[in-house]
C-alpha cells in the first residue's frame, strides 16, 4: 500500500462546477500537507500547504484535512478551463524528514468550455 | 516570491556524454534541495535530497555515482548525469525548501532531457 493514495481520473467536469479531489494517507507521523497543481511539461506550483487538520480557504480554493480518517481534499469553485491541468497531493511529517514529501499519484483534471 | 529556476529547460546530448542541471532559489536561501524525475504521466519520484555543505542522501536504487549531486551554496544545487544512456531521458525537476523551518517545497520547471 502507498503512503498517499489518489485516484489518477481523469476527471472531466464542466466550467462553474464545483470540484472535489480527495487522498488518503498511512503514514500517522504525517502532519503537513500540501497540494501541488502541475501543467503538461512544467513543473508543479504550490497551491495550498496546510499544517494538522482543518480547513484553509484560498480564493477559489479550499483545502480540508481530516486527521482522524487520514483524509485530505482540495475544492475548486468555479472551475475554469485554465484549471485543467495535474493535481498532487502531498504530505510530510516534519522534523527529521527534512521536507522530505510523499506524493499521491496525481488526478488528471479536464474542464470544458 | 518563492522562486526556482533550472538551467536549461531542454536538452539533447549524445550516449555517453554528461550533462548538468542547475537548480537555482532566486528569491530565498534553500537550507534543503530535491531531485525528482517524472515519466509521462506519472508522479514525482524522488532522487536524492542536498543539503548545503553536506552529501547528497540518495533515495534506494539511484546510483550516486551516475546522478552527482552538488548543493554548493544556499541558492544553487545541481545535477549531473553522468555518462547518459537513453534510458535516463527523463523530465528532471528540481524543488527548494526556504531555511526559515517551513516545511513547503517550491519547484523549478524542469528539464527535459533527451539521450539519442
Known amino acids: 500500500q502507498k503512503e498517499v493514495e489518489q485516484d489518477p481520473g481523469p476527471l472531466s467536469v464542466p466550467e462553474g462546477a464545483i470540484v472535489s479531489l480527495n487522498c488518503t494517507y498511512s503514514?500517522?507521523?504525517?502532519?503537513?500537507f500540501m497540494w501541488y497543481r502541475q501543467y503538461s511539461r512544467k513543473g508543479p506550483e504550490l497551491l495550498m500547504y496546510t499544517y494538522s487538520s482543518g480547513n484553509k480557504e484560498d480564493g477559489r480554493f479550499t483545502a480540508q484535512v481530516d486527521k482522524s480518517s487520514k483524509y485530505i481534499s482540495l475544492f475548486i469553485r468555479d472551475s475554469q478551463p485554465s484549471d485543467s491541468a495535474t493535481y498532487l497531493c502531498?504530505?510530510?511529517?516534519?522534523?527529521?524528514?527534512?521536507?522530505?514529501?510523499?506524493f499521491g499519484q496525481g488526478t488528471i483534471l479536464t474542464v470544458h468550455p | 516570491g518563492a522562486v526556482v529556476s533550472q538551467h536549461p529547460s531542454r536538452v539533447i546530448c549524445k550516449s555517453g556524454t554528461s550533462v548538468k542541471i542547475e537548480c537555482r532559489s532566486l528569491?530565498?536561501?534553500?537550507?534543503?534541495m530535491f531531485w525528482y524525475r517524472q515519466f509521462p504521466k506519472k508522479s514525482l519520484m524522488l532522487m536524492a535530497t542536498s543539503n548545503e555543505g553536506s552529501k547528497a542522501t540518495y533515495e534506494q536504487g539511484v546510483e550516486k555515482d551516475k546522478f552527482l549531486i552538488n548543493h554548493a551554496s544556499l541558492t544553487l544545487s545541481t545535477l549531473t548525469v553522468t555518462s547518459a544512456h537513453p534510458e535516463d531521458s527523463s523530465f528532471y525537476i528540481c524543488s527548494a525548501r526556504p531555511g526559515q523551518g517551513g516545511n513547503e517545497q517550491f519547484f523549478g520547471p524542469g528539464t527535459r532531457l533527451t539521450v539519442l
Open positions: 503514514n500517522s507521523a504525517f502532519q503537513y
Open positions: 528569491d530565498f536561501q534553500a537550507t534543503t
Open positions: 502531498a504530505s510530510n511529517a516534519g522534523g527529521t524528514s527534512y521536507g522530505k514529501l510523499t
